[in-house]
């Protein structure tokens, strides 16, 4: 059985940081884009960031780009994401996914502003997110 499991959220004040984990099992990642998508309240899913893993190439969403890093230990199966000066509109449940099988550009088109629920039973492989809040 596949499983993501995130971790690494909580409360940071502005400015701060957090490096987030996603651990998989059952699944090797290693051939297959993974990424973190996150969901604010009141809000649908917004694309975050993504990784190759076996190029290594990575792209960020625009309000992210040169804040977040993401980045992987294969040997591990594990997926990190590194948030520096964090602002209070980062709040969000953070998931790890991957489209698996799936193109990674319609993927993404797809799922954006849909509900975790929705997306995650749409396709790919989905953790269960962690909670980052962002407050002073």
């Known amino acids: 059985e596949v499983q993501f499991v995130e971790s690494g959220g909580g409360l940071v004040q502005p400015g701060g940081s957090l490096n987030l984990s996603c651990v998989v099992s059952?699944?090797?990642?290693?051939?297959?884009?993974m990424t973190w998508v996150r969901q604010a309240p009141g809000k649908g899913l917004e694309w975050v960031s993504v990784?190759?893993?076996?190029?290594?190439?990575?792209f960020y969403a625009d309000s992210v780009k040169g804040r977040f890093a993401i980045s992987t230990d294969n040997a591990k199966n594990t997926l990190y994401l590194q948030m520096n000066n964090l602002k209070t509109e980062d709040s969000a449940v953070y998931y790890c996914?991957?489209?698996?099988?799936?193109?990674?550009?319609?993927?993404?088109?797809?799922?954006?502003?849909?509900?975790?629920?929705?997306?995650?039973?749409?396709?790919?492989?989905w953790g269960h997110g962690t909670q980052v809040t962002v407050s002073s």
């Open positions: 059952g699944f090797t990642f290693s051939y297959y884009d």
């Open positions: 996914a991957t489209p698996h099988q799936a193109p990674l550009g319609p993927w993404l088109a797809d799922i954006a502003s849909m509900s975790y629920q929705d997306a995650a039973k749409r396709s790919g492989y």
């Open positions: 990784i190759n893993s076996v190029t290594g190439s990575t």
